[in-house]
């Protein structure tokens, strides 16, 4: 058996998720969940945690028992806690963790068309709000032919219908709003592409936030390339499907980062299973340390894209407190 430091202690610690979900509640406080009325994407992001819960469990992604892949879900998140106000991200970032729960269920089993069905029904809630989620469709059916071995006829087909679905129940809507004009319009701007590499739209705390999930999720697929052959079969396979979904959807925000909110939502996604295999599943001095060092740089970005509300904020209080000064 394997030596425990203090980070294996830390990750498979029961207070490990609570303990997160108290720093992302207070990131998210600060932002502005009560006096924006943010309920909605805190009900997005309460989910997403529960449903990586259950990815986490049902598939084994850590040979031991570990809430640290919902853990970092919810830090990544605070790390870039100035896309909780977008309700578009939250519900991004809910569907994609929906569809990896759905399809991993039809690893080597072509007779799960149900499965793949509700999967890429999740990826057409998500291109409701976002249709670039649209781009996944043909990563996906390779991953599934190649890592999950259930692509055929029946799941192409019914992959095909989930995402049809979502768009007829909502035609209502669509015609509604401004008939066929309004859903085809919608699917326009998937042929839409900004100039390439255009970042004057992202500031320092995107810079910041961006270039630390990325340096993570590099530091997961490093460590998984080394030591994955430790998993067994299937754990590897899937964690394969983390690995090239976030590195095509890092290199789709490089290109595109008009779209830095909901992509990053969809990064903190595929990033926090890896990193959360390097913590667990290193046994190290020099792990060990890298372990402090991640949780104090996660906790200093967490604090430092907090202090620009949080002095706003303060300053807002200062000023209406001066106010009733006899001056």
């Known amino acids: 058996m394997a030596f425990k430091r203090f980070q294996n202690i830390v990750a498979e610690s029961r207070f490990l998720?609570?303990?997160?979900?108290?720093?992302?509640?207070?990131?998210?406080?600060?932002?502005?969940?009560v006096d924006n009325a943010l309920w909605m994407q805190l009900v997005c992001l309460v989910l997403s945690t529960a449903l990586m819960v259950e990815l986490n469990n049902a598939?084994?992604?850590?040979?031991?028992?570990?809430?640290?892949?919902?853990?970092?879900?919810?830090?990544?998140?605070?790390?870039?806690?100035?896309?909780f106000p977008d309700l578009r991200s939250g519900i991004v970032q809910l569907c994609g963790i929906a569809v990896y729960f759905m399809i991993f269920h039809c690893e080597q089993r072509k007779a799960s068309p149900g499965w793949v069905f509700y999967g890429f029904f999740c990826l057409g809630l998500?291109?409701?709000?976002?249709v670039q989620m649209l781009y996944y469709v043909p990563v996906l059916w390779l991953l599934m032919a190649t890592n999950l071995r259930a692509l055929t006829a029946k799941t192409f087909w019914a992959s095909i219908l989930g995402i049809i679905t979502p768009y007829w129940l909502g035609l209502g809507y669509y015609l509604y709003q401004g008939g066929f004009d309004q859903l085809t319009g919608h699917f326009a701007r998937l042929a839409e592409f900004a100039p390439l590499g255009d970042y004057s739209m992202l500031g320092e705390q995107q810079w910041v936030s961006l270039g630390w999930t990325v340096l993570l999720a590099f530091i997961g697929i490093v460590h998984y390339t080394r030591k994955g052959y430790q998993d067994k079969t299937r754990t590897r396979l899937l964690?394969?499907?983390?690995?090239?979904?976030?590195?095509l959807t890092i290199a789709f925000l490089l290109l595109q980062p008009q779209h830095y909110t909901l992509l990053m939502?969809?990064?903190?996604?595929?990033?926090?299973?890896?990193?959360?295999?390097?913590?667990?599943?290193?046994?190290?001095?020099?792990?060990n340390i890298s372990f402090f060092i991640i949780i104090f740089i996660?906790?200093?970005?967490?604090?430092?894209?907090?202090w620009a509300p949080s002095s706003n904020f303060l300053s807002a209080m200062v000023m209406q407190a001066c106010s009733y000064l006899p001056l």
Do not use: E, K
Not at 73 to 82: A, E, K, M, R, W
Not at 239 to 247: A, E, G, K, N, R
Not at 298 to 306: E, F, H, R, V
């Open 17 to 33: 998720l609570p303990l997160s979900a108290i720093i992302t509640a207070g990131a998210c406080y600060m932002v502005g969940l």
């Open 298 to 306: 996660t906790l200093a970005i967490i604090a430092y894209n907090l």
């Open 59 to 83: 598939n084994q992604l850590l040979r031991v028992v570990s809430q640290a892949t919902p853990a970092f879900l919810l830090l990544l998140t605070g790390v870039s806690i100035f896309i």
């Open 126 to 130: 998500a291109s409701m709000v976002f």
């Open 239 to 247: 964690t394969q499907v983390f690995i090239v979904v976030d590195v």
């Open 265 to 287: 939502a969809l990064i903190i996604v595929n990033t926090a299973p890896l990193v959360a295999h390097f913590i667990t599943l290193t046994h190290t001095w020099l792990t």
